[in-house]
């Protein structure tokens, strides 16, 4: 069964940094491209930031310089590092993977909530 844990949200003032971790089981990990996702409330998610299984990585024009996507495959786990946060990047946070052969990511944990006061 494959199975997304998010974690490392929580609250922190504008210009601050989190660290967010989803440990992936249940998948052949090298396999699946991986993204991070983010919905704000009376929004419609959005896509953050995105690394494929063999490397390239993007990211949404909001976060550009300021978060950094990367993954440890010998602990399947993806990472995303936030820093200068601003109130806009409030948020329910979730990871997602997809193989690297669909178009669509189709495995999305459970989510982890970042809230940036100003």
């Known amino acids: 069964q494959v199975q997304l844990v998010e974690s490392g949200g929580g609250s922190v003032q504008a210009g601050g940094s989190l660290r967010l971790s989803c440990a992936a089981s249940?998948?052949?990990?090298?396999?699946?491209?991986m993204g991070w996702f983010r919905q704000a409330p009376g929004k419609e998610r959005e896509g953050v930031a995105f690394i494929d299984s063999d490397g390239p990585i993007s990211y949404a024009d909001s976060v550009k310089g300021r978060f950094t996507i990367s993954r440890d495959s010998s602990k399947n786990t993806l990472y995303l590092q936030m820093n200068s946060l601003k109130p806009e990047d409030t948020a329910m946070y979730y990871c997602?993977?997809?193989?690297?052969?669909?178009?669509?990511?189709?495995?999305w944990g459970q989510g982890t909530q970042v809230t940036v006061s100003s």
């Open positions: 997602a993977a997809r193989p690297r052969w669909f178009a669509t990511y189709n495995v």
């Open positions: 249940g998948v052949t990990y090298s396999l699946y491209d």
